[in-house]
């Protein structure tokens, strides 16, 4: 992996989704500067991309449009983080890309088939086979020790118990959770869940990491064995979409998509930010 801070930014100014940017600024928070993206000639088959994509909740009568109509491209390898106030549809829209909750309207393709009429079984092998999902309220199988938690997966995609093994101890290691693995998850703190649930998603490498605030509940030091891992995934060329409320945590990706209402507001890479500014140093420091 490359390892060091500040990273490169990959592709160029006209990006490798083939967007032309214009460098703009998102505030002062430290995120650097972003690049603004408002043509999409679509021209390659993306990873994942979505079209007109729309869901509606109806409850008791009362109708949430809480995704408005959401064109992305994301492409193999890219890290995409995506921001906006609390509300604004980022969880809504990850479920939906992972399958969680079928789409009102519009198109959903990966890896140029199109996914969004597939069923609840059909989503089931996606997510077996490409899609890793690390969900906010963990979801880790509670009759289960955490080494089984991490296994499963791998397992259920046709990895060797020594392989699905070796990658468990990897990622267990990585997160600082070696000794918890023979815990029931019951027994862990949220942040220590939460970690067991970034390892699980992560244990049969897919290709694409669908992320809902993987950092949220964590102290610093854990955040950064969270950004370590992710990005060490992004380095071995696995796609991330991940939501999240830190700008800080935004600036690792290489676009940061904000939503409003339901509706992209803005969609930039993010430029390299030099050496030296602590605000960001601070978090994106990855030494141990
Ligand atoms: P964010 O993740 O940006 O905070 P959400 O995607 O959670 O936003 O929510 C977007 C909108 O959809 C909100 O108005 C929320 O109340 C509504 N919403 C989310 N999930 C449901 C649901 N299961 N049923 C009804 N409304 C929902």
Redesign the pocket.
């Known amino acids: 992996m490359s390892g060091h801070w500040p990273r490169a930014v990959r592709g160029d100014a006209q990006g490798r989704s083939g967007r032309s940017s214009v460098v703009g600024s998102l505030g002062g928070d430290g995120v650097g500067s972003l690049g603004r993206e408002p043509s999409k000639p679509r021209e390659h088959t993306p990873l994942l991309r979505t079209s007109g994509l729309v869901k509606t ?1 109806r ?1 008791d009568g009362v109708t ?1 449009e ?2 408005r109509g959401i064109d992305i491209d994301l492409d193999a390898g890219e890290f995409v983080a995506i921001m ?10 990850l ?1 939906v890309l992972g399958g969680l ?1 079928p789409a009102t309207r519009g198109e959903i393709w990966l890896r140029g088939q199109r996914v969004d009429g597939l069923s609840t079984a059909g989503w089931a092998v996606l997510r077996r086979r490409q899609i890793g999902f690390v969900f906010q309220f963990f979801n880790l199988l509670s009759n289960m020790t955490v080494a089984d938690n991490v296994e499963l997966p791998a397992l259920l995609a046709g990895a060797s118990a020594r392989q699905a093994r070796k990658r468990r101890e990897e990622l267990l290691g990585e997160l600082g959770l070696a000794d918890k693995a023979n815990a029931a998850p019951a027994r862990l703190s949220g942040g220590e869940q939460q970690r067991v649930a970034l390892a699980r998603a992560l244990a049969n490498e897919p290709s694409l990491l669908l992320a809902d605030e993987p950092t949220g509940n964590l102290d610093s030091s854990n955040t950064r064995d969270v950004l370590r891992l992710l990005r060490r995934t992004h380095d071995a060329g696995q796609a991330i979409l991940m ?1 999240t409320h830190d700008a800080r945590v935004a600036s690792l990706a290489d676009r940061v998509i904000n ?1 409003f209402d ?1 509706m992209v507001a803005d969609d930039a890479k993010v430029v390299p930010i030099p050496r030296g500014v602590n605000a960001v140093r601070d978090v994106l420091e990855l030494r141990g």
């Open positions: 909740y409850t949430v809480a995704v906006g106030p609390s509300g604004s549809g980022k969880s809504t829209l479920h909750e939501v939503l339901g």
